[in-house]
């Protein structure tokens, strides 16, 4: 089993699930066109290194130490699609299969050098998802860009990638700690109780991706998904 | 000191019941406008006590004195610049850590405050106990306890809002940040020593470092070097902390109002989910939650239709027994028809209207509203208005729409931006209203069978969402997001729902009665000199031609414009003696298609002018003309094939 393939795997289990929810095998199947006994015996494997959690009826969901690969090489893969498209001018439709190859050959500095260059991108290229948060302890991008001009060594580095709110599942917690989309969109969620640090639970989400509620500071909110999706927390 | 005047403003978050203090304080002394130039929704009132007559004005609900939505800009303004006497911070018991947040936001402006701690009973329901003497000290300003949906404490708060204006307020507790971001203060503060400006120094000074926009404009016409110290000591505290100046500031007051908030209260979470809970779990589970609004939202239509209808047609005989009276006071000359045909049929149309369905309609969404069960509904129905570039708070004045587009064009006010409101003023329009289901029922529903009916009903959400989307795509800006705070049920109080019921009419009738008049006297007018008859030739080659409908239909959907059914009772007086079967089953479904679509009627788009300013009402009013007809003549040519 190569690394490769797990990244893969786990790549596609992070986009195909939500909220934790398990999926089934044959929708892994489907996403890379492959016999779905080949997918269950590749995710036994991802259990058995503590990648995933699978149960036989009721699917596979990532577990902490595969959720922390998943966005890493997401967030790869979402930054490389914005540079063949923006800078090498490659087409929307052929940045996705570039990117997959390259993704797993770009070195962690390289990425964050490229993250840089390309001004912080929020939303990757082709269907305008959000790009994963990176390990530097920001709360937004403008801090990034900010502190850069100093010093950004000094700052120091997260002990682990924040993760997307919405993969949380239902009533687990995670303390905010990055917000895309920059100042605008954290003065209001500062501004409601979301501040940097702080602890939200997540009570449920409404189906077909809709909005999260979620608990912060005794009160209840609801979140629509243009917001969760902005929001990473520290599990 | 007799007459003494006192304006006393009433500021918190919204639902902690600030509406139900205001109300019990003012009753029926109130009036509803707007801020100047703005469209935010101003409520004053007055009431005499000891001696004083009082000014109270409700300020909008909101989360934060930031400058992000205009009913923040609006209220920060008004506190700074119009000074009121007192500010009561109405805040909510049961989720004290918020609320307290934007009470230290307040005391940083300097304002004469007292604190009415709200909804004390559903606190202690949810097992929070609070030290009232605790939180006076640790607040430094006078805390009294109400439960104003029972009206208790109320009186008592009226009693320290006095004491306090007469005594004037010394004690004060600020909120304390950092030492680094104090010290930074301190150095902006002295940069502003000879400056007199409408906000405190030391709240200028938070603000430049917090980077408010607004502030550092007005600040860097006074004091250049203000806004350039400020920006050094935010560049300071950043390298220090790693974060922007302003997350440091919010999070430091956050942690203030927290640290107070769990200084003063006790937390005994009972054991048992309490029946709020319950209920609120319920109305928002993937499952029963969509049944039960499917089912409320169905049972409230039917309810109110079958209600208006019944009340409508007994108004409308009852009124035009009148007729007799008019003539026999004016004659039946061109006076007399002008007189009746026009003023009184104006009056009658918006009468029958009006009151049997806007009423009902009002009294049901405050009910809902007032209850918390709306902000359920934004909540399940997010999704779907995502798809059109909305967000779940616009479901609300679509949902109005089907009773009266009017209201739902003003009810839009609850979309944060300009453009969320543009987008969902135009789709509201094109909801078909109680006006345009006589229509469809009486033409359609009933030559053609109900089914037609309802799928008229379907293929109008069908364009309403491709529109929507349309919309969405051509206007620039991006959606944004729902952030909306879901409040616990309550029991929502008859008082209240009745008052906003009342004012909310009465802003219906001024903005609709003037223009239903003075247009169905001009119409009348045409007809009195003969005029309609060249009118409806002029438009023969679109409704004859293009459309297929008789030419009358031209004079009929020209009175539609006043009110949408007149199209159709019209029509069926000028096809006497033969009436409504005189169409073809393809003419009733392109005039029905033609006269829902074609343009808002003259209410709404006065509405939509005071909403939208006239340059926009326009584009949405001429785009809805074109649109019906272009649709109505396809609809024609495809009916024919199957017919």
């Known amino acids: 089993m190569s690394s490769k393939s797990i990244e893969d795997y786990l790549k596609a289990i992070y986009a195909l699930s939500r909220n934790g929810k398990p999926i089934s095998t044959s929708e892994i199947a489907e996403y890379f066109k492959i016999a779905p006994a080949s997918v269950t015996e590749m995710i036994k494997k991802l259990a058995k290194k503590g990648y995933v959690k699978y149960s036989p009826y009721r699917g596979v969901h990532l577990a902490r130490k595969g959720l922390q690969v998943a966005e890493k090489v997401t967030r790869k893969h979402r930054l490389l699609e914005r540079f063949l498209h923006d800078v090498l001018r490659i087409t929307e439709e052929k940045v996705h299969s570039e990117a997959c190859e390259m993704e797993h050959a770009l070195s962690d500095e390289a990425e964050e050098s490229l993250c840089r260059f390309l001004k912080h991108p929020d939303l990757c290229p082709d269907d305008g998802k959000i790009i994963p948060a990176c390990d530097l302890p920001f709360s937004t991008c403008e801090e990034c860009i900010e502190l850069h001009k100093k010093n950004l060594e000094e700052s120091g580095r997260r002990q682990q990638i924040p993760i997307s709110i919405t993969q949380l599942k ?66 | 000191m007799a007459h003494k005047k006192l304006i006393i403003a009433l500021a918190g978050n919204a639902n902690v019941g600030k509406s139900v203090i205001f109300n019990y304080l003012t009753g029926l002394h109130q009036h509803i406008g707007n801020w100047p130039g703005k469209t935010v929704e101003r409520a004053e009132g007055t009431l005499s006590f000891k001696g004083y007559t009082i000014d109270i004005v409700d300020l909008p609900g909101i989360y934060s004195l930031s400058t992000y939505s205009l009913e923040e800009l609006v209220s920060r303004k008004y506190i700074a610049v119009e000074r009121p006497d007192l500010v009561i911070n109405v805040v909510d018991a049961s989720v004290l850590e918020r609320n307290l947040f934007f009470t230290l936001q307040l005391m940083e402006l300097e304002t004469p405050m007292i604190v009415a701690l709200n909804q004390v009973d559903i606190a202690k329901r949810k097992g929070i106990e609070i030290d009232n ?100 000591v935010a560049g300071e505290i950043e390298n220090l902390h790693g974060h922007a100046c302003s997350t440091v500031i919010t999070s430091e007051q956050y942690e203030a109002a927290g640290s107070v908030a769990r200084q003063a209260q006790k937390l005994v979470p009972p054991l048992k989910l309490t029946a709020e809970e319950r209920l609120h779990n319920l109305t928002t589970d993937r499952i029963t939650g969509y049944i039960i609004m499917v089912s409320s939202l169905l049972l409230i239509f039917f309810g109110i239709f079958t209600f208006g209808n019944y009340t409508s047609d007994i108004l409308s005989n009852f009124l035009y027994r009148l007729e007799p009276l008019s003539t026999s006071l004016f004659g039946t000359g061109i006076v007399g028809s002008l007189v009746w045909g026009g003023v009184a049929e104006g009056l009658i149309a918006g009468v029958t209207v009006a009151l049997p369905y806007i009423i009902p309609f009002y009294i049901v969404l405050y009910f809902l509203e007032d209850s918390g069960y709306l902000s359920r509904i934004a909540f399940l129905m997010d999704n779907v208005m995502h798809k059109i570039g909305l967000h779940g708070k616009a479901f609300i004045p679509m949902m109005l729409g089907y009773g009266c587009n009017v209201p739902a064009c003003l009810g839009c006010r609850i979309m944060e931006t300009k453009r969320e409101r543009t987008l969902a003023a135009f789709v509201t329009t094109l909801v078909p209203c109680a006006a345009r289901t006589v229509i469809i029922l009486g033409l359609v529903g009933h030559f053609l069978g109900i089914q037609w009916a309802l799928a008229l009903y379907v293929f109008d959400l069908v364009v309403i969402f491709a529109l929507g989307r349309l919309a969405f795509r051509v206007m620039p800006g991006e959606p944004s997001a729902l952030i909306m705070e879901m409040a616990d049920y309550r029991m929502p109080q008859l008082r209240t729902v009745l008052k906003e019921t009342w004012f909310r009419l009465a802003e219906f009738i001024k903005i609709a009665f003037p223009l239903i008049i003075v247009g169905s006297l001009v119409i009348k007018a045409a007809d009195v000199f003969g005029l309609l008859n060249p009118i409806a030739n002029l438009l023969s080659p679109v409704t004859v031609v293009w459309l297929g409908l008789p030419v009358i239909t031209g004079i009929t959907l020209i009175f539609g414009v006043l009110r949408k059914e007149l199209s159709l009772i019209l029509l069926a007086a000028l096809l006497a003696p033969v009436g409504l079967q005189a169409l073809t089953p393809v003419q009733m479904v392109v005039f029905t298609l033609v006269a829902m679509f074609y343009i808002p009627c003259v209410a709404t788009i006065s509405a939509l002018v005071k909403e939208l300013g006239g340059k926009k009402a326009l584009y949405i009013t001429l785009f809805e003309i074109a649109f019906a007809i272009i649709l109505g003549g396809i609809a024609l040519r495809v009916l024919t094939l199957f017919a």
């Open chain 1, 170 to 235: 239902k009533g687990e917690r995670g303390k905010v700690s990055f917000i895309r989309g920059g100042h605008k969109v954290l003065q209001r969620l500062c501004d409601m109780g979301l501040t940097p640090g702080t602890e939200v639970t997540v009570v449920k989400s409404a189906p077909f991706h809709g909005p999260m509620e979620i608990l912060v500071r005794g009160s209840r909110l609801a979140l629509g998904r243009g917001m969760t999706e902005m929001i990473f927390v520290e599990a």
């Open chain 2, 133 to 232: 003497e605790k939180l006076e000290q640790l607040l430094g300003v006078p805390v009294v306890q109400t439960v104003a949906t029972k009206g208790r404490g109320v009186s008592q708060l009226l009693e320290m809002a006095i004491k306090v204006i007469e005594k004037g307020q010394t004690t004060r507790r600020e909120v304390m940040y950092g030492e680094e971001v104090e010290e930074g203060i301190a150095k902006i503060i002295e940069t502003l020593q000879n400056v007199q400006f409408i906000y405190p120094r030391r709240y200028v000074a938070i603000k430049l470092l917090e980077g408010d926009e607004e502030i550092i404009r007005e600040i860097a016409k006074l004091v250049p070097q203000a806004v350039k110290a400020a920006r050094e």
